[in-house]
C-alpha cells in the first residue's frame, strides 16, 4: 500500500494541482476511475509538508465539479436518446436510467448532494438533472458541496495514514495473515470433503 501511494504521490509532485484536478475530473465523469486512487496519495503528501491542504482540497473540489458538469451538459444537450445508445459503453442501460432519474424526481436536489458520497452511484448521478433540465446553480451547489465533503473525508484518510503508515501497515499485514490462516482452512475443508465424497461413491 505505501508503494502504491508513493507512486501517484510521485505523480501529484511533477503534475502539482493539476494533477489532482485531472484525475478527480476523470473519476466524477463517466470514466470508471476510482476518487480514492487520486485523493488518499493527496492526502498522504499533505501529512509530509509536500501539498497544501486547502489547495489539494480545492483542486479535488474542482475537478469532481467540473466532471460532473460534464455529465449534466452530456445529459442536457444529448438527451436520453444518446445516453441509451452509448450508455453501455460506460455500464449505464436504460434501467439505470429510469432508476436515476426517478429516483431524482422524488427526492430533489438532496440526491444530488448525496450521490456524490456513493461509489459507483456518484459517477453518474451528473446525468438526471441534465435530462430533467435541473437548475444549473442548484446543480452546481448541490454537487459542489457533496464533492467538497467526500473529497475533504479522502483527503483525511490519506493524511491520517501519513502520520499513522507504521500502525496501518501493521494492521494490514495481519489482516493478510488472517485471510490467508481462513483460505487455508477453507482449502482444507474443501478438500476433505471431496475425499469424503469420493470414499463414499
Known sequence: MEQFINHIGDFFLQLGYIGIFIM???EASFFPFPSEIAMIPAGFL???GKMSP???LLA???GSLSGATFNYLLGKYAGRTFLEKFGKYIFLNSKKIDEMTELFKRKGALIVFFGRLIPVVRQYISF???VSNMNFFKFSLYTG???CLWVGFL???GYYYGHNQNAINGVILK????????LIVFGIFIIKKKLQKKSTT
Open 46 to 48: 499533505v501529512s509530509q
Open 60 to 62: 479535488g473540489t474542482l
Open 175 to 182: 489482516f493478510k495473515f488472517i485471510s490467508l490462516g481462513i
Open 24 to 26: 478527480m475530473f476523470l
Open 145 to 147: 458541496l457533496g464533492s
Open 155 to 157: 483527503e483525511f484518510l
Open 54 to 56: 486547502l489547495f489539494a
Open 128 to 130: 438526471p438533472p441534465g
